[in-house]
């Protein structure tokens, strides 16, 4: 017979009372304009025991939505904890998608609640005539603008509440979380992650075979913590006694290099496009030291292999990929060499997308949904499947992702028996020409590692007699010039020549997407529109 002490649920409550009191005088710090604050896992988690009691003076009940408007910093943590300890559901709402994107989230999610850093103010009184479920909004730090109407004060309501909530034994399939896609397609959908899945997920961000979080690092935290959960990170942290730096708005390549030499973290997460600009600012700052970091972890879109290049041999810097999505919590693959590796082929697996991660199943499929080999030259989708993986949107049905219990990811490329992935393509951004697959993201990686090319993206473009044909979108680096000619001529030693683009297009940069990756439809619309001047090679 089974032990009752054994059936007890997984909650992210225990996460954070393991962190508030056995690593109680960790640090989270918090990057101001006027320099840094500081607090401990302990006075965190009792601030955070605070803001419950008030959200539930403000009727806030179990299964309701309370939205955070937030950068990184101690205040949206409290809300990480709160919220979900309590009982309700947490919805990061992110602060760089369009008004009516952002109206959409909040309505569909019925928010009762908003959060919103004073800073961000502006942004959300674009849309406050339109959120008829939010009941209360509580800004954090000084608004006199009057732009919401009546608010209340987060300082206040906090302080006028005594520390010592009373966490409640809640089911660990409940929901916990809600984050949205990005909605680069559409209107974003939502993801719920409940307490179980979170749990789950922090352990697996402990192990040595993914990103090996543990109470000798300090973490800079840059991924958004509107990002499907900054990863994770915020939760892991208070398990494995981690310190968190938060960054808030200073996310640029010159304040990053402050940070690190400052408050040496040991390791840092972001999208590949801010580590390319602190290459950038590290080429002209003399005072750089990178010597605190053992890792850089960077996810969200491919890692060019001239980015992992650039930071093991100038700083010494093991740079790791990780791959996930929204979807999968978002941790499913980290690109780790496997153990025995000779130092001279150790990149061959850190430019791959990673390994799949325990606790995890991952697979390829043909477009009838046959399983095909993972010998690492067939091509198919990857599908994904496990405890922190969803298996469903909220409140949108959508049957064609999901399917025999496995989560279709909209990931083209390769697996091999050892569990790595290589992704030569989301579908959506697939090349077809003449009926063969040219990989966007192998090209634009390539052509990163030329010397005078800050960034590149590649999308397909109409093409009377292929169908489709690369469009190279390049971003020259400051001061550098360089010729369509020279830079296929680049390419042509590295790629199959078929692959080769004919049109070009140098710009000043390169859309982004709310949450930094390259954003590929603005691009076509702006080709198809006649907006980029486009040079033809023969």
């Known amino acids: 017979m089974q032990s009752t002490m054994q059936n007890g649920p997984l909650l992210i409550s225990g996460l954070i009372r393991h962190g508030q009191y056995i690593y109680a005088d960790k640090k989270i710090f918090t990057v101001t304009p006027d320099g840094v604050e500081e607090a401990t896992f302990f006075q965190v988690a009792r601030r955070a025991e605070q803001l419950a009691q008030a959200l539930v003076d403000l009727g806030v009940a179990p299964g309701e939505r309370v939205a955070t408007f937030m950068w990184n910093n101690?205040?949206?943590?409290?809300?990480?904890?709160?919220?979900?300890?309590?009982?309700?559901?947490?919805?990061?709402?992110?602060?760089?998608?369009?008004?009516?994107?952002?109206?959409?989230?909040?309505?569909?999610?019925?928010?009762k609640v908003i959060i919103v850093d004073s800073s961000l103010v502006p942004l959300l009184a674009k849309i406050v005539d339109q959120m008829p479920s939010v009941e209360h909004i509580i800004v954090h730090g000084s608004d006199t603008s009057g732009m919401l109407g009546d608010t209340l004060d987060y300082e206040e309501l906090v302080s006028a509440q005594r520390p010592g909530f009373a966490w409640p034994e809640l089911d660990e399939r409940s929901a916990a979380i809600m984050c949205y896609t990005s909605g680069t397609t559409g209107n974003p959908k939502g993801i719920v992650y409940s307490h179980r899945s979170m749990w789950l997920h922090s352990m697996a961000s402990m192990t040595a075979n993914s990103i090996g979080l543990c109470e000798r690092d300090r973490c800079l935290l840059i991924v958004p913590m509107f990002h499907v959960n900054a990863w994770g990170v915020g939760?892991?942290?208070?398990?494995?006694?981690?310190?968190?730096?938060?960054?808030?708005?200073?996310?640029?390549?010159?304040?990053?290099?402050?940070?690190?030499?400052e408050l040496r973290p040991t390791i840092s997460l972001g999208v590949p496009t801010i580590w390319n600009d602190v290459l950038r600012a590290a080429e002209h700052d003399a005072t750089c030291d990178f010597s605190s970091l053992r890792a850089l972890l960077a996810g969200g879109s491919a890692v060019p292999r001239v980015m992992i290049e650039a930071f093991r041999d100038r700083y010494g810097i093991d740079m790791i990929q990780g791959w996930g999505m929204t979807e999968t919590s978002p941790l499913a693959a980290v690109s780790i060499p496997p153990a025995g590796t000779p130092d001279d082929q150790k990149i061959d697996f850190r430019v791959k997308a990673g390994r799949v991660v325990a606790g995890v199943e991952l697979r390829i499929t043909d477009d009838h949904g046959t399983v095909l080999a993972t010998d690492g030259t067939t091509v198919g989708e990857f599908e994904i499947r496990?405890?922190?993986?969803?298996?469903?949107?909220?409140?949108?049905?959508?049957?064609?992702?999901?399917?025999?219990?496995?989560?279709?990811?909209?990931?083209?490329?390769?697996?091999?028996?050892?569990?790595?992935?290589?992704?030569?393509?989301?579908?959506?951004?697939?090349?077809?020409?003449?009926g063969e697959w040219i990989s966007s993201v192998e090209l634009e990686s390539t052509m990163m590692a030329h010397p005078k090319v800050f960034e590149s993206a590649v999308v397909a473009v109409p093409d009377e007699r292929w169908q489709e044909r690369p469009l190279c979108c390049v971003v020259l680096k400051?001061?550098?010039?360089?010729?369509?000619?020279?830079?296929?001529?680049?390419?042509?030693?590295?790629?199959?020549?078929?692959w080769l683009p004919e049109r070009w297009t140098f710009v000043e940069s390169i859309p982004k997407t709310s949450v930094g990756k390259f954003d590929k439809k603005v691009l076509r619309a702006q080709y198809a529109d006649g907006a980029l001047d486009i040079v033809v090679l023969a």
């Not at 400051?478 to 078929?498: H, I, Q, T, Y």
């Open 74 to 111: 101690q205040t949206h943590m409290e809300a990480y904890i709160a919220v979900p300890c309590m009982g309700a559901v947490l919805h990061t709402l992110n602060i760089r998608l369009f008004p009516e994107q952002l109206a959409y989230i909040i309505n569909h999610a019925e928010d």
């Open 478 to 498: 400051p001061g550098a010039s360089a010729s369509a000619d020279e830079l296929r001529a680049f390419l042509a030693e590295r790629v199959a020549k078929w």
């Open 386 to 434: 496990g405890p922190w993986i969803t298996g469903s949107y909220f409140g949108v049905d959508d049957p064609d992702k999901f399917h025999d219990g496995w989560l279709r990811t909209g990931d083209i490329g390769t697996l091999d028996e050892l569990g790595f992935m290589v992704v030569s393509d989301r579908t959506k951004d697939v090349i077809k020409s003449g």
């Open 235 to 261: 939760y892991t942290a208070f398990f494995a006694g981690t310190e968190l730096i938060m960054p808030q708005m200073f996310l640029q390549g010159e304040p990053i290099i402050k940070m690190i030499r």
